[in-house]
């Protein structure tokens, strides 16, 4: 059967500052989609990562659908009253407008969907981030999918060894949606040469060379919304398993190395991406920035219940990279490539400091 996998997340309010949302206010966004999703949703999962709280749904009705992501809205708007009451820190900050219209894009919430014909077997992987931005996903995709040092299988499998196309958005632009698409091997080059700049270049999504969804990033960025800084966008990922498709453990592979990423304390800092386990808070420095992964099967739209794939001991060790890697850049304090470039920062207050300072500033004669 044809279906559709939608993940829409949003931070809507947490404990002792930016750590993780109250089992209340899970239960409350939980309880609001089992009671009011019958006849719209075939399934889902809630879960969080940090402070974000990620809803996946299974369903019929395509992306973008206005029953869903308004269904996905008013849970979290339930959910943002719970915060209210009880006092959590930032209740309701990534609802950025004060209405839906039919649609949760541009209003705040990170959306990521993708409609395929279901195959016998259909394994996926839901990976959510907190403290970070879309592009953190840009370096695990090209390995997955683009490099056979880390995904032995663009050798061994005819139908992968054809290669993929890779979507990719340029962020900095607001008056629209801004594509290109690019297709490896021949691409190779031309794909690496944008997805280092992750700030601007961001992979939207890959598909197969026969037209197959492989994987959907959200790609929304809150400051392009809100017309100031508010917080790092905590992307979601989608990504098709097995078969014509990387295996399971290729995709993971690619996130061992802890590559950094800008995020972690308000969001303006260079920080290893670090793997956690499902609902896990954040600590360190408002972070690490983080990642976490739920394998699934889905089956005539039903889900089983979640793996949780970077629980498996070999992660500890991944896990004690990163926090050695994210302690030795924290040592740089506020020093050249600790913090990211004045571009990412144009919302922050040390913004205002700069143009006092500006004015200050005299040419020698």
Known sequence: MKITLSVIKADIGSIGGHIKPSEKLLKTVKDYIAGEGHGLVKDFYVGYTGDDIAILFTHTRGKGDSKIHGLAWKAFLAGTQVAKDQGLYGAGQDLLKSS??????????????????????EPFLFFAADKTEPGAYNLPLYLAFADPMNTPGLLLSPEMNKGFKFRIMDVSYTKGDRVIELSTPEGLYDIAALLRDNERFVVESIYSKKGEIAAVVSTTRLHNIAGKYTGKDDPVMLVRVQKHFPATGEVLAAFSRTHYVGGGMRGSHS?????????????????????????????????????DVFAHPYWDYV??????????????????????????????GIVEILKRLDKKFKVKK
């Open 271 to 307: 920080m290893p991406l670090m793997p956690m386990k499902l609902n896990s808070p954040t600590s360190y420095f408002d972070g690490p920035p983080m990642v976490s992964c739920a394998a699934f099967c889905v089956h005539n739209g039903l889900l089983t219940e979640p793996v």
């Open 319 to 348: 896990r004690s990279k990163a926090s050695r890697k994210a302690t030795e850049m924290r040592e740089q304090g506020f020093s050249g490539a600790a913090m990211l470039p004045y571009s990412e920062l144009e919302y922050g």
């Open 100 to 121: 839906f219209s039919g649609n949760v894009k541009g209003m705040g919430p990170a959306v990521c969907e993708m409609e395929f014909q279901e195959r016998p077997n």
